[in-house]
């Protein structure tokens, strides 16, 4: 086996998955996770120095979460039609290609699917009061549980790099799902928690950018060698330098975010303080259901 | 090793590990985790509405309770009792298949006799009220902890498929003895966490209902060919869509029972508010001891 | 390989992985296990019915970790004495067979150093009132998996049944340690954990003295056949059952220990109650720290 | 392979992976796992014996751990800095020994990286009032986990004994980053968890220590022959003397600051109790956030 077949490998994989779709995906879990932890800093900082102002509001946060699942909803939607708007195009693959493009085309629809379902839970329990808060983290457990499931049972090719690239991205996939676990039983609202949940969310789409620039290079030549084992160290290096560089970006957008509060925001009005204070009442008592 | 090597496998196991052993068995299963999904939401709603009425009591969950542990001990030892007399059987096999028939049966009875240990241990816990309910909890993890761990020890053939399917029975069955442990660890009543384990506990069934299609087809012709790599991809997939339909099914099935509360309940009076009360009380102060 | 060589393996243990030492462990680790069973028994009846008398005070269960700590100790230190009066026999090996045995000399040791100092950090915990008493639960966890460590790293011969008794030997002694680190760290006193714990240090007994039975028998006529893979499936059916036995044992135990309790105990007067509730606060207030 | 080639092994090492490394890199987390339990007990005893002095105070506590993030940074920064100075020697290596040295600077510079955001981190949570105290932990379970994951793919030569060093050094990062988590999850103050940590980050400063003595040593012909897999039994059996040992220190440790208390602290005066208290609450509070 040598760098051609990789090569070959992916050649066929144009029609799904291509670098555009590695690309997609990456950008918005990326996107995600910083989304996660703004929100989580922006919750913190409000509730410890109990500011709040028109703009930041319980109903803000409501609202916020509201769109947010529209937003993955939708995104989860366009991904699946993408999809099947390739789908036509599986036929006029050369025959030994075509089950295993049907099984890539099913597999990402899965994925796909399990991401709408997250979106419209945190609808649903946004909407509905007296569905329980908690259902959305399990939810968001499952989604990144079933991803690693089902990478870990990705037809692949046997590049070296290939497999190790994608173990670590089922590693992110897994990590992600199990601190949204582990938020989802503690059901307390802990923002390092959080906070963590988010820097595996931004980890995974950092890996799927990397399938996407390392497997699908532009640039033929200057392309890794797939099979070179030294390759696969310098990777797994890269990955704690992401995985650091995560927490400097979070550090960076806590300060952003307080220096943003502590800028904007004046002393709340009592009431204010009350209607923060229901809020949270609120989201308790129906933790502890 | 080819596909008829694999019939061969599956020709020995039409003494004990036929279709229709894995259809009743896959069947009580999936309907038990759909009863429990039920019983959990039927729980929530009327905690949660405080409504209550001349049906849905305390006194009727406790009835449902010792109702449930008694179905589950009978339909087990009716397993055991067919298992024993199909035993004379195994004599007649050829004398290469006699010792795996023998390991498979008692297998099997070991599996069905932790199940009546957990429907006994619910019968008691529910009439010795000094007993500890959380026992019941745990009881239900060592049975799935117990069925998971001979699964990994099944006598097998070589066949890819039949490795991979009951691979996903075997993560089917542990993921259930997992969330009835975080049940019985947590304590306190969780209904995510319940439809969690409810949840795993069909997708089992579906797993066992998987299996006795692909492995013991009616239909040889449209057979699934057991050695194929990609087929293994294409189950995993299935396995990810299940999970999914399976929490289609439960939100379906709290629709469903919301409005049946919502129609047939009116508010309770005051007494059965009371009742209701000690009822938690009672489970809490257990759960303390 | 043949069955031969791996008699050749159990005859270089004569030195010290004999029948009797594996009789000897298996039966005192199964003795101990079924003592903590009793002992969780009896604290939560009494705790429960809030019955005492001058026999079952709280000053007893002091007395019998003590008690207990001291037992372990002497235990562990008999087995270390009668390891070092056969460690001048290995010179007398054939040389290929000293390091070896050497090997197995200190793993052995080892293991009962750890156990040793469970011992005395009970003894110790109960006498000085400052020392926190979770240490006792976090040694008991420590002592089970530096011997779980040690046992996946043992000398084997490279017979089939030889690596898998000696693997479920392993399972138990993780688990062990596992329910007994749960138990650390939950600090509430839970009597189900703790019949847990104590279960799975009755399988671990249970192990023992199957390796005793099966690895080193009596009448090498009808000895196994370690190399036959259909065995390892007996053994795994064989796992199961004893851990279903073990709870029939618990659950005769628990009749047992609750008929006793009612026959011999009458109703404690009201300082003893005083005393009882006292020692549950004193051991709280430990918890806490 | 033999034991010629694991020389070469070591020999390329030379550059970055040498002994003095190893014994700076183990006598450095050897001595911060002692100071973390001579804090953690310290601790203890101070809350538990409610004394304090004008030595020994919340203030006292505060300093230290802003103290001990320096220090840590200002080690890494070193070992960066001594990495460095080292890059140049790179160029002077044998063609295809270049790549390897070249990946192993980068996953020692990501490694001591992690280590300085831990020492920042720290310093940070201890100025500045409103960040929450369980990211220190969180920190600290990172840099042990990305040390684990680095330390997994470590570039190594085929020698059997290497590797196994490496697993065991592995293993104790590991359990370090885990204990560490589990304290983060916790939130409670729990001593003997701390004590657990710091017990795992000692065991891996051990391994640390015995890799430079085994690998690296100074004098080849009582060097240890790397392929012989009696003698990776023989570092399974050190590595649970180690842990041994380390609980007897820790112990003797507990002895020695209990005894320094009551020698030197007289009973505090009221004010001091209630900043204690304070103290208390204000870490509470963070907790709760």
């Not at 409000?46 to 409501?62: A, E």
């Not at 980890?203 to 532009?218: D, S």
Request: aromatic share 12%; with cysteine.
């Amino acid at each position: 086996m040598n760098g051609s077949e990789a090569r070959i490998g992916s050649k066929h994989s144009k029609i799904l998955g291509d670098a555009t779709g590695h690309f997609l995906a990456g950008s918005f879990i990326l996107i995600l996770g910083l989304w996660w932890s703004t929100k989580s800093i922006l919750k913190y900082i409000c509730k410890q120095q109990k500011r709040s102002s028109s703009l930041i509001t319980p109903k803000f946060f409501s609202r916020a979460e509201i769109l947010e699942g529209i937003v993955i909803s939708v995104m989860a939607l366009i991904g699946i039609i993408g999809l099947f708007s390739r789908f036509g195009k599986i036929k006029t693959l050369p025959p030994e290609h075509i089950q295993l493009a049907k099984i890539l085309h099913w597999q990402h629809v899965t994925m796909y699917t399990v991401l709408i379902m997250l979106g419209v839970t945190k609808v649903l329990c946004f909407t509905i009061s007296s569905l329980p808060m908690s259902l959305i983290k399990l939810m968001a457990s499952n989604a990144f549980f079933v991803e690693a499931f089902i990478f870990y049972n990705h037809p692949r090719s046997n590049a070296l790099l290939d497999k190790f690239l994608h173990h670590q991205l089922n590693l992110g996939a897994f990590l992600t799902g199990l601190a949204a676990f582990i938020e989802f039983l503690l059901t307390k609202n802990n923002v390092v928690l959080e906070l963590l949940t988010s820097s595996f969310a931004m980890l995974q789409g950092a890996c799927f950018l990397q399938i996407g620039f390392v497997l699908y290079p532009t640039n033929i030549e200057h392309a890794w060698d797939l099979n070179d084992p030294n390759n696969s160290m310098i990777f797994s290096t890269l990955f704690g330098a992401y995985y650091a560089s995560i927490y400097v970006i979070i550090g960076v957008n806590y300060a952003l975010v307080s220096w943003f509060i502590k800028l904007k925001l004046s002393k709340p009005c009592p009431s204010e303080i009350q209607s923060l204070k229901n809020y949270e009442q609120h989201e308790d008592s129906e933790d502890d259901m």
